[in-house]
């Protein structure tokens, strides 16, 4: 019998079931979903999940030739508004959820662009992962663009957090980073001087107040450069008011709307 209390998922929606997950903070999870249908996804596009009637759109950060769909998801917890993620936060492996038969999005690589400025806050680096994935398993993707040769690809990641166990895919960057001269990892913290970041070593500061320095020590054509920003909405709305007056082509995907 339908619980009258419940949201009722409309449209069309098939399942998912939850392979695995790891807790990288108590408020950090990665989730690895296996579609009960055929998925194809494009890197950089968002998959739709939900339990007990309430879904959200998480981006995806497996390859789409991986087997399993990856996600990094942060926990919102219900005295801040959270719905879903402290429903998520409490799935066993093994649970089944739904999905949403179709991928959308299109905060994808723009091949067009030689240099790729990736930017993201935490969560946020999630797309450029799978972008970096497919791109270093498939030598035909992306479709060769006239002027821009595989060649010429060159990829940033700038990741910004408050705690630098919050990255999530910090070993994954470092070590494409240092096997592949055309990946460079940049990642900053931005409350350096808390007891949870003694460790911390690299750069420290807003990851947004950092971009414009980075693309000036880059030194780039503007023109044959795309930034893209993913995660916070007001890291996002900075980088785009930075690269406003600029040569710099930009892109965004808004994980939420600030006044939400
Ligand atoms: C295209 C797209 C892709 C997304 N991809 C991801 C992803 O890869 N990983 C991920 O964790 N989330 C992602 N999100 C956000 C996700 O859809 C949910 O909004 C989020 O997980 C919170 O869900 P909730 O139901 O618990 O809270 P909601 O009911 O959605 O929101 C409750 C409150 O929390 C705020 N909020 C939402 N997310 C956050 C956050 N991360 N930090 C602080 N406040 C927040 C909202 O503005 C709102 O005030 C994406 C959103 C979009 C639109």
């Known amino acids: 019998m339908a619980d009258a209390s419940r949201p009722m998922i409309k449209g069309r929606f098939t399942t998912c079931e939850l392979v695995k997950r790891e807790e990288l903070t108590s408020d950090l999870i990665k989730f690895w979903i296996k579609p009960a249908q055929d998925y194809t996804f494009k890197p950089g596009q968002y998959c739709t999940i939900g339990v007990d009637g309430i879904e959200r759109p998480y981006s995806i950060s497996s390859s789409p030739d991986e087997e399993n769909i990856e996600l990094f998801i942060e926990v919102v917890p219900v005295e801040h508004g959270g719905h879903l993620t402290p429903l998520l936060d ?52 992306p479709e060769p ?74 030194g780039v054509d503007p023109k044959e450069t795309c930034v893209y920003a993913c995660g916070h909405p007001q890291m996002i709305e900075d980088v785009g008011v930075r690269m406003e007056p600029t040569d710099y082509n930009f892109i965004e995907e808004r994980f939420w709307k600030e006044d939400e």
């Open 145 to 218: 663009v006239d002027g821009v040769a595989r060649e010429d690809y060159t990829f940033h990641v700038l990741e910004g957090a408050s705690y630098d166990d919050e990255f999530g895919y910090d070993e994954e960057l470092n070590e494409l980073a240092a096997k592949h001269n055309f990946i460079k990892f940049y990642p900053s913290v931005s409350r350096p001087n808390e007891e949870r970041n003694a460790n911390w070593t690299g750069a420290k500061g807003r990851i947004n107040v950092l971009v414009d320095d980075y693309l000036e020590k880059l």
């Open 90 to 141: 409490h799935q066993k492996v093994g649970a089944e959820m739904t999905l949403r038969p179709r991928a959308k999005g299109i905060f994808v690589l723009q091949p067009q662009y030689k240099h790729h400025i990736f930017v993201g806050t935490v969560t946020g680096v999630v797309p450029y992962i799978s972008m970096l994935r497919k791109f270093l398993n498939d030598p035909a993707w």
